[in-house]
C-alpha cells in the first residue's frame, strides 16, 4: 500500500463507520420507507390507473395528519403527551377560514401569522398549567382539549370561511414535477425550517434529556420546568400549521376536532417515537402517516370493510408496542 492510497483508504473506512452508525439508528424508520414502497407498488398492482394524481392527492390528505404527528412527537419526547392537538387545530382552522373571510391576498398572509403566533400561545397555555399545577400533561391536555373546541365552536358553529387563493395552492397540486406533491414538499420544509435547528440546538437537547430522565437532566443544570413549557409552546405551533393546513386543503374552516388526536399518537407510535420520551425523531411518524393512510387505501382498492382498517391500524399498534417492550426488555437484561 502507498502512502498517497493509506489516507484515502481510512477515509472511506471512517465514511463507512459513518454510514452504519447512521443506518442503525434509523433501522426502524428504513423499514418503515420499505413497507410505503410496497405498499404503493400493492396499489399500483391492484389498481393499475393508480398514478400521479392520486400521489398528489395523498399528499394533500396526509398533510394535517403530517404536521399534526410532528406535534405530538415534539412533546412525547420530552416525555408528554398533548390530547388537544385536534382541538387546537379546529380552533386555529377556524380563526383562520374566518379572519380570511372576504380579505385580499395580503392580509391573508397576516392573518395566517396570526394564527401562528395564537399556536404558540395555546401551547404555552398548556405547558405553564402542565408546569405550574403539576398534574399529569395528560389530564391537562385532556381538559385544554374541551376548552379549545369549545372556543373553536363559539368562532363558528359550523364548517364554513374561506381560505386565501395562495394558502390553497401551496396545499394542492404537484410542484415542478406531476409525480411530487407540492403539499409534501411543503411539509418537510416546514420541519426542515423549524424543528431542525430547534432539535441540534440546546433546547432540543433539553427536551430530548428531560423525556429520557427528568430528574438526571435537572440535576445536571437543564431548567426542566421552561423546556418543557417551550416543548408544549412547539407543540402549539405545529398544530396551528396543521390547522391552516386543513384549512388550505379544504378551503373552509371545521369546527369539529377529528380523529387528528389519537392518530396522531398512533403515528408517533408506529414512527419508532418510545412514549416514555428521550428517544425518536419527527420523520418516522410522517412517514407513518402516509403508511398508515396508504394502508386505508389498498384495503379499499381490495373492497374490503373499511372499518376493517381501523382494525388493522389497531392490531400493528398492538404489534409495535408489544415488539418495543421486548427490545426495552433485553436491552435491560444486557
Known amino acids: 500500500m502507498t502512502a498517497a492510497t493509506a489516507p484515502v483508504d481510512a477515509r472511506l473506512a471512517r465514511a463507512t463507520v459513518i454510514l452504519g452508525s447512521a443506518v442503525r439508528r434509523n433501522i426502524w424508520t428504513i423499514a418503515l420507507l420499505a413497507l ?37 412527537a415534539i412533546v412525547v419526547i420530552g416525555g408528554g403527551i398533548d390530547l388537544s392537538i385536534g382541538s387546537m387545530m379546529a380552533l386555529t382552522s377556524v380563526v383562520a377560514a374566518t379572519a380570511m373571510t372576504g380579505q385580499n391576498e395580503e392580509t391573508g398572509v397576516v392573518v395566517v401569522l396570526g394564527v401562528l403566533l395564537l399556536g404558540l400561545v395555546l401551547g404555552g397555555i398548556n405547558g405553564a398549567l402542565v408546569v405550574t399545577t403539576r398534574v399529569p400533561d395528560i389530564v391537562v391536555t ?77 440535576r445536571s443544570g437543564v431548567p426542566v420546568g421552561r423546556t418543557r413549557f417551550l416543548a408544549y409552546a412547539l407543540t402549539g405551533l405545529f398544530a396551528a400549521l396543521a390547522g391552516l393546513s386543513l384549512t388550505a386543503s379544504t378551503g373552509i374552516g371545521t369546527p369539529v376536532p377529528g380523529p387528528y388526536t389519537l392518530e396522531s399518537v398512533a403515528a408517533v407510535v408506529l414512527g419508532g417515537v418510545s412514549l416514555a420520551g428521550g428517544r425518536g425523531g419527527v420523520f418516522g411518524p410522517i412517514v407513518a402517516v402516509v403508511v398508515l393512510q396508504m394502508i386505508r387505501t389498498d384495503m379499499t382498492f381490495l373492497n374490503i370493510d373499511s372499518n376493517l382498517a381501523i382494525v388493522a391500524q389497531g392490531v400493528i399498534l398492538i404489534g409495535v408496542l408489544m415488539s418495543a417492550s421486548l427490545l426495552e426488555f433485553r436491552r435491560t437484561r444486557r
Open 36 to 72: 410505503l414502497v410496497v405498499l404503493l407498488l400493492s396499489a399500483k398492482v391492484i389498481q393499475p390507473r393508480y398514478g400521479f394524481i392520486a400521489i398528489q392527492g395523498l399528499g394533500t390528505s396526509v398533510l394535517p395528519l403530517g404536521l399534526a404527528a410532528v406535534a405530538q
Open 142 to 218: 385532556l381538559a385544554m382539549s374541551f376548552v379549545w373546541a369549545g372556543f373553536a365552536l363559539l368562532v363558528r358553529a359550523a364548517p364554513g370561511g374561506e381560505a386565501a387563493q395562495w394558502l390553497k395552492d401551496l396545499a394542492v397540486g404537484p410542484l415542478g414535477n406531476q409525480w411530487v406533491p407540492k403539499a409534501a414538499v411543503v411539509m418537510l420544509l416546514i420541519v426542515a425550517i423549524v424543528w431542525i435547528p430547534v432539535a441540534r440546538s440546546k433546547l432540543g437537547l433539553s427536551i430530548y434529556a428531560i423525556g429520557s430522565n427528568s430528574l438526571a437532566a435537572f
